[in-house]
Each structure stands twice: as C-alpha cells, then as structure tokens.
C-alpha cells in the first residue's frame, strides 16, 4: 500500500454522470470530520468487484465514521451509460454512493492509472493515501484505525441507504445450464441461491446460502456450482440437497464444465486462470494463464488470458471460453490457447466478420451448438452472437436482451439465456430469432397470522466450515421488510445476533396480504480470512 508523503488537499468530486444511492451530490467539504475512500473502479472489472466485497467489511467495521463512495470510471462504452451503471450498482449490492464519472473527470483530476484503485482522504480533507489493486483491505483498515483515533466521529448516516434486490422471482440471474432433458438450473446470483425447474418454469429444488453464485452445471446426480464469492466449487446432491466443497481458494470462479475425461475445468475470473479440478475435489491445478491480465496465444501455461467468463466443450473435445476483458473467443486445445475473435483490452465493437474483422463486447458465456457452431452471450452489446466456419454473426431477436450473461443449449436446440438485467431466463431460437420466456415460479412457504399476533421468522445460511466472526460486535445480521408495510406492526425491523439458526419474531399489522423479505447477513472468518454470507428469503403473506 502506498502511503502519501505530503499533505496534499484532496480534490473536490465531478462526474457528468451523477449520484447513485444518495439523494443529494456529496462533497467533500460537507464529509469533513469522517474518514473517506474514493473506491475508483468500473463494472465489467473482476477486481474491482472483488475489492468491493473489502470494502464491506470496513463499512461495516467503522460505520459512519467512514463513507466510501464509488467512482465509477468505465472501459467499455457500454459503461457509460448511466442506466447501466445504476443496474450495475443494485446487482453488485453497492450501498454507498456512486459517482458517475463517464468523462473520468475525477479520475484524471486524481491521477489515477489503473482500476481498481482506492484513496483514502483523512478527516481534514486530505489525501493520506493509495492503494491500487485488490488486497488492501487490512492495510487499510489499520490506517483508517489510526486517523480516526481520539475523534468524536459523526454517528449520523452521510446518505440514503440503496434499495435491495428487486420483488421479482429471480434477481439478475448469472448463469443457466440444461441436463440435455427437462430440468434447467439458474444462478439465482441476485439472491445468493441456485434454482433446478422445468422448462415450464416450476421450481423443484432451490438450494440457497450461496453467495453470489455464477456457474452452474449437470454431472450425472449432482449440481457443481460456482460460489463465486466465496471462491469455492460446490457439489450439490440433487437428491438430498447435501453440499460438498469440491475445490476452495480461487479468485472470482465464474463457470464450469466436465471435460470429456470426467475432470472439471473452471473459469478463475479473478487471476486471468482455467482450472482443473479432479471429478471427485481435491486440489486444482493451472491449465491456462499466468496471472498476466492480456491477450497472447500459444501453450497454454504461458498464454495470457483476461477475465476468463464462460466455457463449454465442443464437439472434439476442445474448450471455447468467453474472455470477456479482451472481448474475445477463444479456444483450448491439445494444451495451446487460440484466439477467435478479439484482438486485445482495448479493441471491442458490435461488428460481424472473420477474425480480423469481427468484434464482441464483454462476452460472459458461450455454449457449443449441434450445427458445430458456437453461440455467445455478448454482454455489453446485449446481443446473441454465432461463430461459424470462421465468422461472426449477430442473431436478430425479436425482443431485446439486457447484458445476458449465461447461455446453454437445450435438446430442442434452442439456446437457454440467463437475461440477467430483465431478471428472467428466456428460450431463444438461434435460427428465427424469436425469444420466448421461461416463467420462473417458486413455490415460496406461505406465511400467515392474525392481526396484533405475533410471527416467528426462521433462517439461516451455510458457513461451509468457517467460524462467525465475533471481534466487531454481533456476527449475524437480519433485517425484515414487507409489501405493503401495514403488514406488520410496531417492532424491530433488524436484528444483530451472536448464532445461527437465527430466530426472530415480528408483530402482524393490519389485514391484508403481500410480500415479506427476509435478508440474513453472517460474518466469518477462516485462516485470517474474512467474509460475508448472505441469504435472502422471500414469503407470502397473508394477515387475517
């Protein structure tokens, strides 16, 4: 961490774009008294969202002694569009406020150079240090530690707090995958779940207490699925339910695949990496990538990778994987990485064409067609793309995309889209164009009571082995809302507890029916590494 030598006066905020998650602009000047961290980063980036993640636990650990605000500064086009960026602020879960700098005013007026990077100001307004890269999260906290010592901080909030994940059956969905019959898995990433359904949407299994789950796949009787955040693969028993943590310690795991040889291969979005897993866990083992973020073909292990976001065999065996950060195709094969479409961190377009002249944009999945072509989730283009016999083709749609982020192939040949920013799965027919919805329902437990009575409320969250971490206060929190609030009467509405299975209750209003959230947020650590886990539930509810 680089720690400033002089007292230079932090400049005051600008950006074209505006605020996200306050209702009035922030300055500076206004902040004094409270330490502050300019978090300077862009959305399609896996670090910077990985520093994000750090940066809960010093808001959580300093409160409102500390405002972190965002300052959004994009790479992709797609990027500055300022309705993007707010759907990117909800779907990370980003609660303190976000300055939209499209222009990258302030990122020019700061010098920064790399995403993501953070600076924190002092509580008289000056720069006292910056720290670029994921990482400095405990550095950090041991500086912020120090300037607020013997301050009487403000207790009060410096904004408005964001909303939560939308009321809808699904929440930005990641990634879907088909068992090449009836039953459809979904990254339900938005509530921290994965759903199993039919293709006529109706929930069968739902397996929560993930968090921010990407990558699903079928494997005989299980689900492998990565948990992103947490940097596990996960083993589901389709049957019993029961879980199994096949792989852990990688950064950002965002799709897998079983490889013809019964192994599993793994997107590590986090270190630029594909991994190989034994079929039944154990330690994995690098099969592509160095770390180096770029575009370079050649052996696998020196080739230079960049974010890599969605796999899928091919019919020889060969591995094509979305390399979202260098807007590319590319290919694994015979231990050599190929590109098919790209050309490197800074070249994208929306253009059809060979591989000179064909461009995607942040391409999250791909999934091998029975034609031999390979279809593609071009994300920030939100749009269907084919490579076929050497070119690129865009599919026309009869109702528009947002950002997909995940794409398979079902029996009928239809693609299965993850439709992330429309918070719904769709059927799409690579050849017509023509999109059909996938109702998701779930059959969620009903609550009810009478007016005045009391309700008690039940949740909690797999810890995969860790222990709560108990050093900053109350490691369990839950908080509890309802639609419409008459629902429930006078009474707590959050809760900070010490254990799990939390339990809770709540007083019933007046009568009426609606929708009740339950959020559930553990904090825990496991060899000096932190985390949070987190587990949102959504009931019916009916008050007689």
């Known amino acids: 961490m680089a720690i400033a030598t002089g007292r230079v006066r932090a400049p005051e905020l600008r950006g074209a774009g505006g605020w ?12 004094r008294g409270r330490a502050v961290v300019l978090d300077f980063w862009t959305f399609c980036c896996i670090n910077c969202l990985r520093v994000v993640e750090e940066l809960r636990e010093l808001e959580h650990r300093f409160g409102a002694a500390l405002v972190v605000i965002g300052v959004h500064s994009p790479k992709f086009p797609h990027e500055s569009d300022h309705a993007a960026v707010e759907r990117a602020v909800r779907r990370h879960r980003i609660e303190h406020p976000v300055l939209d700098d499209p222009e990258m005013q302030t990122w020019q007026r700061y010098g920064v150079r790399a995403w993501p990077t953070l600076v924190l100001i002092d509580p008289e307004g000056y720069v006292a240090a910056v720290a670029p890269g994921e990482g400095n999260g405990p550095a950090l906290g041991d500086l912020i530690e120090r300037l607020l ?6 207790t009060a909030p410096a904004f408005l707090a964001a909303t939560g994940p939308p009321d809808a059956a699904l929440a930005y969905p990641g990634k879907v995958a088909s068992d090449g019959s009836r039953r459809v898995a979904v990254a339900d990433t938005g509530h921290d779940r994965v759903l199993v359904c039919d293709l006529d949407g109706a929930v069968q299994r739902e397996f929560a207490g993930f968090h921010q789950p990407h990558g699903v796949r079928f494997d005989a009787g299980r689900l492998l699925v990565c948990d992103t955040v947490a940097g596990d693969l996960v083993e589901v028993d389709l049957d019993s339910g029961e879980r199994r943590v096949l792989a852990t310690g990688m950064r950002s795991p965002w799709d897998v695949v079983v490889c013809p040889d019964g192994s599993l291969l793994v997107a590590e979005a986090g270190l630029h990496r594909l991994l190989s897993v034994p079929a039944r866990g154990g330690e994995f083992t690098v099969v592509a990538g160095t770390r180096a973020e770029g575009l370079r073909d050649g052996p696998a292990l020196q080739a230079h990778l960049a974010q890599p976001s969605g796999l899928t065999v091919i019919p020889d065996g060969a591995i094509a994987f979305a390399d979202s950060e260098v807007s590319a195709l590319r290919m694994l094969r015979d231990g050599a990485v190929e590109t098919l479409v790209g050309q490197g961190l800074f070249d994208w377009g929306a253009v ?42 865009t599919v026309a749609l009869d109702d528009p995309l947002d950002e997909p982020g995940g794409i398979d192939i079902l029996p009928d040949g239809r693609a299965l889209v993850a439709d992330t920013n429309h918070h719904r799965v769709v059927a799409v027919d690579l050849a017509a164009g023509a999109v059909t919805p996938i109702p998701v329902a779930e059959r969620a437990a009903s609550l009810a009571g009478s007016a005045g009575s009391s309700l008690r409320l039940e949740a909690t969250v797999e810890l995969d082995g860790e222990m709560l971490d108990v050093s900053q206060g109350p ?7 309802v639609d419409p609030e008459s629902l429930l009467g006078a009474g707590a509405r959050s809760w900070a507890l010490d254990s799990l299975p939390a339990a809770v209750d709540v007083t019933l209003g007046r009568p009426g029916q609606g929708t009740l959230t339950l959020d559930l947020i553990a904090s825990t650590c496991h060899d000096d590494v932190c985390t949070i886990k987190r587990t949102t539930r959504r009931h019916s509810l009916r008050v007689s």
């Open 475 to 481: 490691p369990v929190h839950v908080n509890v809302s």
């Open 352 to 393: 059809d064409g060979d591989r000179e002249t064909g461009r995607l944009q942040h391409p999250l999945g791909v999934a091998a067609v029975a034609s031999g072509g390979i279809a593609v989730a071009d994300t920030f283009n939100s749009a269907l793309r084919i490579w076929r016999d050497g070119s690129l083709r």
């Open 149 to 154: 010592a013997g301050r009487d901080a403000p």
């Open 20 to 31: 996200i998650n306050t209702a009035e602009p922030l300055t500076l000047q206004q902040l």
